[in-house]
T-cell receptor, first 115, second 113 residues
Framework: EAGVAQSPRYKIIEKRQSVAFWCNPI?????LYWYQQILGQGPKLLIQ????????DSQLPKDRFSAERLKGVDSTLKIQPAKLEDSAVYLC?????????????FGPGTRLTVT | GENVEQHPSTLSVQEGDSAVIKCTYS??????FPWYKQELGKGPQLIID?????GEKKDQRIAVTLNKTAKHFSLHITETQPEDSAVYFC????????????FGKGTHLIIQP
């Protein structure tokens, strides 16, 4: 079974530029999550999708971050404009359904450096 | 919202000894507690989990215990090996439809040869 795919793996941009990350979850997984992991900390949930609908985006900085999951499969996370404090690893995870009885599988992440 | 505290931040043990990492959580409605292992440059990988209706779970050298009354849970690794060196995260999931995990800050486990 293929795992969660993310691209790019690394990205370096200047502050105020925009950037987008892509995620392809495990086939058949209805729930998709984006987490932000700042160096030395645990991942923090940004947004959760159930199919193509948003379940929880309470910790997403909506003035600069946006995410979509068209057709309930792939997802993109965008930052516009980026700030220095956005430097982090952005992790995508998926699970079979949100009942809590299925584990979340994580992708390798995209390491973003904002200079 | 949920808050998860994890200790210690760094743990160094001799190969073959046991390692214990402890976490506390704040939301009494939390019902699922996974442990993840993260190696450099990789995403977190689930190693064991426990649900609120169970007090202990074991999988070979790894075990997790849960005390719902005290709101804390622990990871136990016995007979540690060099490949156990990594950062370990505990997490908690609150009840309800939104089930994103709240993570601790991580423990860097170092296995000394």
């Amino acid at each position: 079974e293929a795992g969660v795919a993310q691209s790019p793996r690394y990205k370096i941009i200047e502050k105020r530029q925009s950037v987008a990350f892509w995620c392809n979850p495990i086939s058949g997984h209805a729930t998709l999550y984006w987490y932000q992991q700042i160096l030395g900390q645990g991942p923090k949930l940004l947004i959760q999708f159930q199919n193509n609908g948003v379940v929880d985006d309470s910790q997403l900085p909506k003035d600069r971050f946006s995410a979509e999951r068209l057709k309930g499969v792939d997802s993109t996370l965008k930052i516009q404009p980026a700030k220095l404090e956005d430097s982090a690893v952005y992790l995508c995870a998926s699970s079979l359904d949100p009942s809590g009885y299925y584990e979340q599988y994580f992708g390798p992440g995209t390491r973003l450096t904002v200079t | 919202g949920e808050n998860v505290e994890q200790h210690p931040s760094t743990l160094s043990v001799q190969e073959g000894d046991s390692a214990v990492i402890k976490c506390t959580y704040s939301d009494s409605a939390s019902n699922y507690f996974p442990w993840y292992k993260q190696e450099l440059g990789k995403g977190p990988q689930l190693i064991i989990d426990i649900r609120s209706n169970v007090g202990e779970k074991k999988d070979q050298r790894i075990a997790v215990t849960l005390n719902k009354t005290a709101k804390h849970f622990s990871l136990h690794i016995t007979e540690t090996q060099p490949e156990d060196s990594a950062v370990y995260f505990c997490a908690a999931r609150s009840g309800g439809g939104a089930d994103g995990l709240t993570f601790g800050k991580g423990t860097h486990l170092i296995i000394q040869p």
